[in-house]
Structures are given as C-alpha cells and as structure tokens.
C-alpha cells in the first residue's frame, strides 16, 4: 500500500488557479503511474487526469483539457495538478490514486466560487 497526502485545495474564484500536490511515500516513485480524481457533489468520482511513471505521457478528461496540467516531479516523490481557468463545475473533492495498488489519498476540496 501507498501513502498519499494531498494538499493545495481551496476556495478560488472562476477563472482563477490552484495547484493540487499529492506526496507519496514511496521508496522509488518513478514506477508508479498516478491519477487526479474528482468527487462533484452528489456525484461519482471520476477521472481527471493520468499520468505515467516517467511523466513522458499524460492524458486528460475533455472536460479540463487545455485547463489542467497534471506532472509529477519523481525526486520528491510529488505529483500535481495546475488547474487554470477555474469553473464553478470544477467544485468537487480531489483525489491522488496510485495505480498498481489502487491506493488513495484523503482527498482535498476545491471549492469555485464568486
């Protein structure tokens, strides 16, 4: 099992940006490919982002793409999500998922709000 921490969430007007990280508490990082999720309100968690172990590739939900960068920084053991041009449907709960072993993080809310 993987230890993930996410943190950066917050509340942000729309059209602003946040920076989700997710640290992982692993003794070798770079063979772990890594996803961002999202829990809307009374909705399903779904897919946002992935992102292989060596960062070389990267894929994207339509909804965020050209909005959200997902990278990974494999030294600290880190991976983040840029998140810019901010929507208010964007509000939901941020998950880290590491996928070899299907682990997950506590989650971080991101609130888009005026």
């Known amino acids: 099992q993987v230890q993930l921490v996410e943190s950066g969430g917050g509340l942000v007007q729309p059209g602003g940006s946040l920076r989700l990280s997710c640290a992982a508490s692993?003794?070798?990082?770079?063979?772990?490919?890594m996803d961002w999720y999202r829990q809307p309100p009374g909705k399903q968690r779904e897919l946002v982002a992935l992102?292989?172990?060596?960062?070389?590739?990267?894929n994207y939900a339509d909804s965020v793409k050209g909005r959200f960068t997902i990278s990974r920084d494999n030294a600290k053991k880190i991976v983040y999500l840029q998140m810019n041009n901010l929507k208010p449907e964007d509000t939901a709960v941020y998950y880290c998922?590491?996928?070899?072993?299907?682990?997950w993080g506590q989650g971080t809310q991101v609130t888009v709000s005026s």
């Open positions: 692993v003794t070798i990082f770079s063979i772990y490919p």
């Open positions: 998922h590491e996928r070899l072993h299907d682990s």
């Open positions: 992102i292989s172990g060596s960062g070389s590739s990267t």
